[in-house]
C-alpha cells in the first residue's frame, strides 16, 4: 500500500492567487515527520517546510504553510501569493522515526503551473 | 551551492560501459542515499548509508553497486546498464539522530543508457 499519496498530478493557479497542494499519508507509527519538497526543472529537490506528529500548531516558513490534520491523515501544503518561480514539482515526504534507516519516503509528486 | 555535489550532471553511456556517478557532501551528515526518479513515477529509495554501513538496499539490481569510502563521499558504480535505467539518479545526506532534519539533495546525475 502507497504511504504517501498526492491525487493531483498537475494544478494550475493564478499568479498571486493561494493553491493548496494535497497530500495523505499512512503510518501506524505515533511519531513522525512530514515534509515537502519543491523540484524544479532543473532537478534539485529543495526543502520547503517540515511538520511533526506532535505538533500542535501548523508549520508556516514565509509563502508556505501545511495544513495539518492528524486524525485525517493529511498534510497539505498552502503556497499563497503564488509567482511565477514556483512552477514545479511538489513532493509530500514522510519519515517514520521508528524507522532505523530514515529515509524519506515520497509520494508520486505534483506538477504546479503558475499562470501570468 | 546546495552543500551536495554530483557528478557528472549529465552522463551518456553505451550498455556495456562502466561508469561511476559521484556524490560528496561537507555538511557534517552521517547518512547518505541514492535515490532513482524515472518519468511519471514516485522517487525509488535505493540505498542507504548510514556512518558508511550500507542499511538498506531496495532490491536494487546488481548492475547498481553502491560505495562509501568514508562519510562525505558516495559512489554509484555502473556496469552493463539497460535503457530502462536511464533516470535522474539524486543523491542526498542527512544527519543521523535528528529525525526533524529532511535531506539535503544534490542536482542529481541524468543518465541516459543507449
Known amino acids: 500500500a502507497q504511504k504517501i499519496t498526492q491525487t493531483q498530478p498537475g494544478m494550475f493557479v493564478q499568479e498571486k492567487e493561494a493553491v493548496t497542494l494535497d497530500c495523505t499519508y499512512d503510518?501506524?507509527?505515533?511519531?513522525?515527520?512530514l515534509f515537502w519538497y519543491k523540484q524544479p526543472s532543473s532537478g534539485e529537490m529543495i526543502f520547503l517546510i517540515y511538520q511533526g506528529s506532535y505538533d500542535e500548531q501548523n508549520a508556516t516558513e514565509g509563502r508556505y504553510s501545511l495544513n495539518f490534520q492528524k486524525a485525517r491523515k493529511s498534510a497539505n501544503l498552502v503556497i499563497s501569493a503564488s509567482q511565477l518561480g514556483d512552477s514545479a514539482m511538489y513532493f509530500c515526504?514522510?519519515?517514520?522515526?521508528?524507522?532505523?534507516?530514515?529515509?524519506?519516503?515520497f509520494g508520486s509528486g505534483t506538477r504546479l503551473l503558475v499562470r501570468p | 551551492e546546495t552543500g551536495v555535489t554530483q557528478t557528472p550532471r549529465h552522463l551518456v553511456m553505451g550498455m556495456t560501459n562502466k561508469k561511476s556517478l559521484k556524490c560528496e557532501q561537507h555538511?557534517?551528515?552521517?547518512?547518505m542515499y541514492w535515490y532513482k526518479q524515472s518519468a511519471k513515477k514516485p522517487l525509488e529509495l535505493m540505498f542507504v548509508?548510514?556512518?558508511?554501513?550500507?542499511?538498506e538496499n531496495n532490491s536494487v539490481p546488481s548492475r547498481f553497486s553502491p560505495e562509501c569510502p568514508n562519510s562525505s563521499h558516495l559512489f554509484l558504480h555502473l556496469h552493463t546498464l539497460q535503457p530502462e535505467d536511464s533516470a535522474l539518479y539524486l543523491c542526498?545526506?542527512?544527519?543521523?539522530?535528528?529525525?526533524?532534519?529532511?535531506?539535503?539533495f544534490g542536482s542529481g546525475t541524468r543518465l541516459t543508457v543507449v
Open positions: 515526504a514522510m519519515r517514520e522515526f521508528g524507522d532505523s534507516s530514515y529515509k524519506l519516503i
Open positions: 548509508y548510514s556512518l558508511e554501513e550500507r542499511v
Open positions: 542526498a545526506s542527512s544527519p543521523l539522530g535528528n529525525m526533524e532534519y529532511g535531506y539535503t
Open positions: 503510518t501506524s507509527d505515533q511519531s513522525y515527520g
Open positions: 555538511l557534517g551528515h552521517n547518512a
